[in-house]
C-alpha cells in the first residue's frame, strides 16, 4: 500500500496481458486509480485484485471486447461519464505476419475494429470531457512497423501508420485546449502478440525489448513532455530530422498546375 495521492483514474484497455498490464502496474503505482479493459475477465480481476493489494488503488475490472459494438459502447459511456477520469491508455490491438494472399479478410477487418475503430471511438468519447475540464493525457500505442510498414502484414502496419497520424491531428486539435498526447511506437516487444499474429519465435530474438523496459521507456518519454516516442530508437535527433523533413515537404504540395513533369 503507498501513500501516493490520487492523480485520478487511468482506462487500459487491453490490460489482461502484455504492455497493458505492465501499463496497469507502472500507473496504479505512479498514483492512478485504474479501470482496466480486455476479454479475458478472470485475467483482469486477478491483475486488479494483485494491483489492490499491492498499491491500495482503486481498480475495477472491465470486460469487454472492443471490437464488439455493443461492448465498445459500454466503454465509450465510462469514459463519456467518468469524470475522474484523467488518462487514456489505448493499447489495445492485434496483429498478423500473413500475407494478403495468406490472409482471411473478415480477420483483417476485426483487426481495423480493434486496432483502428475502437481507438478511434473510445478517443472520441473522452476528448470532450477533457477538453471542457482542461486537463487530460490520451496515449496511443502505435508500432515501429508504422513507419517501416513493409515489415509485416500490410493492414497491421497501415492500421499503426492511422495511429500516428491520428496523433499528430489530435495534437493539432487539442493541445492548446490542456489535453495531452502521446503516440508511442514499440518495436518487437516480448509478448503474446507474436502468438496471435503468428510469429511466436519472435518472444525470445535478442532485438526483442521486454514489456517492463518498453512501458517504463514510454513513461519516460510521457514524463519528457514527448508527442511521438520511440523506445527502441536510440538516436532520438533522427526522428527529429525525419519529422522536420516531413512538414517541410507537406508545405510543397499547394499548386494548382500539375508538375511540369507530367505535361502530356
Ligand atoms: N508486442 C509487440 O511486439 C508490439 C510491437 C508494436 C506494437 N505493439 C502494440 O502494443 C499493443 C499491446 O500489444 P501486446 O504486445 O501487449 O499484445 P498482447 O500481449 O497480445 O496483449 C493484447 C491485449 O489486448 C487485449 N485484446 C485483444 N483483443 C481485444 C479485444 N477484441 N477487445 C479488448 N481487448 C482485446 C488482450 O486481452 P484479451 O485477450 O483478454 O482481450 C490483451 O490484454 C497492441 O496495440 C500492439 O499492436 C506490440
Request: charged content about 20%; glycine content about 8%; hydrophobic content about 45%.
Amino acid at each position: 500500500m503507498t501513500s501516493i495521492q490520487s492523480k485520478g483514474t487511468a482506462l487500459v484497455t487491453g490490460a489482461s496481458a502484455g504492455i497493458g498490464a505492465i501499463y496497469a502496474d507502472r500507473l496504479a503505482k505512479r498514483g492512478y486509480d485504474l479501470i482496466i479493459v480486455a476479454r479475458n475477465a478472470q485475467r483482469l480481476e486477478a491483475l486488479a485484485e494483485k494491483l489492490r493489494k499491492e498499491t491500495g488503488r482503486n481498480i475495477t475490472a472491465v470486460a469487454a471486447d472492443l471490437g464488439d459494438k455493443a461492448a465498445l459502447a459500454k466503454v465509450e459511456h465510462i469514459l463519456r461519464d467518468d469524470a475522474s477520469i484523467t488518462l487514456l491508455v489505448n493499447n489495445a490491438g492485434v496483429g498478423s505476419v500473413a500475407s494478403i494472399l495468406q490472409d482471411n479478410v473478415d480477420e483483417m477487418e476485426a483487426m481495423i475494429d480493434l486496432n483502428i475503430t475502437a481507438l478511434t471511438r473510445l478517443t472520441y468519447a473522452v476528448a470532450p470531457g477533457f477538453v471542457a475540464r482542461g486537463a487530460g493525457t490520451i496515449i496511443n500505442i502505435s508500432s515501429a512497423v508504422g513507419i517501416a510498414v513493409e515489415a509485416l502484414n500490410g493492414v497491421y502496419s497501415a492500421s499503426k501508420s492511422y495511429v500516428l497520424s491520428f496523433g499528430h491531428t489530435l495534437q493539432r486539435d487539442l493541445s492548446d485546449k490542456g489535453v495531452r498526447i502521446q503516440t508511442v511506437l514499440p518495436a518487437a516487444t516480448a509478448t503474446d502478440f507474436w502468438d496471435v499474429a503468428g510469429y511466436a519465435p519472435q518472444k525470445s530474438k535478442p532485438t526483442t525489448m521486454s514489456a517492463e523496459d518498453l512501458v517504463d521507456a514510454a513513461l519516460s518519454g510521457l514524463d519528457q513532455g514527448e508527442l511521438v516516442t520511440i523506445p527502441p530508437l536510440h538516436d532520438g535527433e533522427q526522428w527529429l530530422r525525419w519529422e522536420a523533413d516531413r512538414r517541410a515537404f507537406a508545405s510543397n504540395f499547394g499548386n494548382a498546375k500539375p508538375a511540369p513533369r507530367y505535361t502530356i
